[in-house]
């Protein structure tokens, strides 16, 4: 059977923003871009993904689910890892508007505890500089310890718009979608103001969206020139504007609401405008959860491709939990999922984190600078540096206090520096506490965030269109992928990261150049049609390993053409946008908006770099003789190669003797 590990199954959530598939159920906020055929890790480690809302990626109407059993991940919209913005936003918490001194953080605050009973961890919501909110620690927290505990009844959802006094009868017969119908929801609920249940949640909204980018205009979409990017958001745009128009034709300025909203304010409810709104908040904020009220008797297979989960995805806004921010480290604990025992969504601490700090989870497994920036809006900035070992804690404390009594001895004044950043007898730092100051540093000034230095904890990757690297070699290959799209869904991507293309993105382009007689090895009947997606499965099960050295090097060949051409389409290079992103080599660092454009660009160059390096050296082993099978096979290179010098060794002593 063919897997998900190189496939992602057909969409359960009905979205015109539907996209990518995600291994685990709660994904976060996502529909507006195609799925592509595997959530890139470039290095896989281990296999628990969860993603966040991918619904929202796709332009083609169709999701995916993903690689690996669904885990129902879910997280917070878009924000840094650190005390950065979440779920869309931009600028760390200011510690002063803490829930004390802020009405709506406190009547945010008082409304999840009145609808919860009790707070699993005692959390206090701080507004950022961008106006959004973020939830900061009152005690310690350790890993694992459950950070929201969010009853269903605080959830917006199709549920709740279809049973909705302002809108539910329309949401019910004019035939709209989830989407529309999540949108049409939350523009009535904001126009009733403090007579809506959700009015607390609702205020700590952000009202200005123009920083998504789902919102820019020309001027700001003209920095993403020579990217694919750009073609994505002017898909989206248009979607935004069809959804407006469906809005329209189902009656939403007609409904009584919007009569009355028309009266107090003297605009229209449903606007181009409006619904960009709704769309921006929705794409950065909501989750995709599993909401099914009982356990499927033998364990949900659908990750399997050709099974059928036990209910679909539910689109839903989870008050209290997205205000959390997304960190790329964060494992499965911290992505939510709904406890259906209990009624309510929950999840946990991806680490320990001490009194004041803003607690993160993950939007999903892997997530991309570009997905950030598609979805969320948001540069990640550097996750903390863990804390040293105990040992190594008491080390620089006597350390530091031997420096300090060093220092006044001599007439000088001491300063602490903090645990972990020794100082020697002589008063210099020492070498954790000079790793520890440039960590933080570079986290203040924001230099080579996400792309620039060390970006290890990130995920870079470029999405291609598999018909731009390589066209169906024969009829029997194009019905072999137009079977797959049964399964996958229409409008995939390639995925490209720093390591290369994914095993899922090799075996596409295998199965579209393979020759006709190894499709029929791989079990593609000759008269196999796009109709036998179960066929087409099994032979991509097949193809996902190597046979044919014309074929790998015909898809090697594909693929470096391919890259060359997308980095020669970009008007700048990669080591430019570095410098703008660090503010080195006498360019000026660039900030705002368009830095969040410069960002995704510069990941899509790394990831296109790394693959370019990836496919180069492939091409060399297979030119060095390297068997097709040990191709892909990090330990073969050096096998190979010893291989390869030893004749060499004995030819030169045969030629000695």
């Not at 598999?466 to 409008?491: D, F, I, K, M």
């Not at 579209?512 to 991509?540: I, P, Y």
Request: aromatic share 6%; glycine share 10%.
């Amino acid at each position: 059977m063919w897997s998900l590990n190189y496939l992602h199954p057909a969409p359960s959530t009905c979205c015109p923003f539907l996209a990518a598939a995600a291994p685990e159920r709660a994904l976060r906020g996502a529909r507006l871009l195609p799925p592509t055929f595997h959530q890139f890790d470039p290095r896989p480690t281990d296999s628990t993904r969860s993603s966040r809302c991918e619904q929202l990626r796709g332009v083609s109407g169709s999701a995916g689910r993903t690689i690996l059993p669904p885990c129902r991940a879910a997280a917070a919209a878009g924000a840094p890892c650190s005390a950065a913005p979440a779920r869309g936003g931009g600028g760390g918490p200011d510690a002063s508007a803490s829930a004390s001194t802020d009405p709506r953080a406190a009547r945010l605050k008082a409304w999840v505890l009145e609808h919860s009973k009790s707070l699993p961890t005692q959390l206090t919501p701080v507004q950022r500089s961008d106006g959004s909110y973020s939830l900061v620690t009152d005690e310690p927290v350790r890993r694992g310890q459950i950070l929201v505990r969010v009853p269903r009844q605080l959830l917006l959802s199709l549920e709740t718009a279809r049973a909705s006094e302002a809108c539910g009868r329309t949401v019910r017969e004019a035939g709209l979608n989830e989407w529309q119908a999540l949108i049409l929801h939350l523009l009535c609920e904001r126009a009733l103001g403090a007579g809506s249940f959700w009015a607390p949640y609702l205020d700590t909204l952000p009202q200005d969206m123009s920083f998504h980018p789902l919102l820019w205009g020309p001027e700001r979409l003209s920095w993403l020139a020579g990217s694919p990017l750009l073609t994505t958001l002017r898909q989206r745009q248009a979607q935004v504007e069809e959804d407006t128009e469906a809005l329209l034709v189902a009656g939403a300025n007609e409904l009584p609401l919007a009569e009355q909203y028309r009266l107090e304010t003297g605009s229209e409810l449903v606007t181009t405008a409006s619904v960009g709104w709704a769309a921006a908040v929705l794409l950065s904020r909501s989750f995709s959860l599993d909401l099914a009220e009982e356990e499927p008797l033998e364990g949900d297979m659908g990750y399997f491709g050709t099974w059928t989960s036990h209910a679909p995805d539910v689109l839903a806004l989870v008050p209290w939990a997205d205000c959390l921010a997304h960190c790329s480290t964060a494992g499965p604990e911290s992505c939510a999922r709904y406890q259906f025992e209990l009624g309510v969504v929950t999840l946990s601490a991806p680490r320990d984190f001490g009194v004041g700090e803003a607690v993160v989870d993950s939007h999903g497994p892997h997530l991309s600078p570009v997905d950030l920036f598609l979805d969320y809006g948001v540069e990640e900035q550097p996750p903390p540096p863990p804390p040293p070992p105990q040992a190594e804690q008491e080390e620089g404390q006597q350390q530091g206090q031997q420096g300090q009594q060093g220092q006044q001895g001599q007439g000088q004044q001491g300063h602490s520096y903090g645990e972990g950043a020794s100082r020697s007898p002589e008063g210099g730092a020492g070498a954790e506490g000079h790793e520890a100051a440039a960590a933080a540093e570079a986290t203040a000034a924001g230099g080579g965030v996400g792309v620039g230095g060390s970006s290890s904890w990130q995920r870079h990757r470029f999405d291609a269109d598999p018909a731009e690297v390589a066209r169906p070699r024969s009829s029997r290959n194009a019905a072999l992928l137009s079977a797959l799209a049964a399964v996958q869904g229409e409008g995939c991507r390639l995925a490209l990261g720093e390591w290369g293309p994914d095993s899922a993105s090799l075996t596409f382009l295998r199965a579209a150049l393979a020759s006709d007689l190894e499709l029929v090895r791989a079990g593609w009947r000759v008269k196999a049609s796009e109709k036998d997606v179960e066929l087409a499965c099994r032979a991509m099960g097949a193809l996902a390993q190597p046979s044919s050295a014309a074929t790998e090097g015909a898809l090697l060949g594909a693929l470096q053409d391919f890259i060359a051409g997308a980095l020669a389409g970009f008007p700048t290079s990669l080591e430019r946008d570095l410098a703008r992103l660090e503010g080195r080599d006498g360019v000026e660092r660039v900030t705002g908006p368009e830095r969040l454009a410069v960002v995704a660009l510069a990941s899509q160059k790394r990831a296109l770099h790394g693959s370019a390096a990836a496919v180069a050296a492939w091409r060399a082993k297979l030119a060095a003789g390297c068997a097709v099978g040990e191709l892909y096979d990090d330990e073969c290179e050096e096998d190979w190669a010893d291989e390869g010098e030893g004749e060499g060794e004995e030819g030169e002593e045969d030629g000695k003797q």
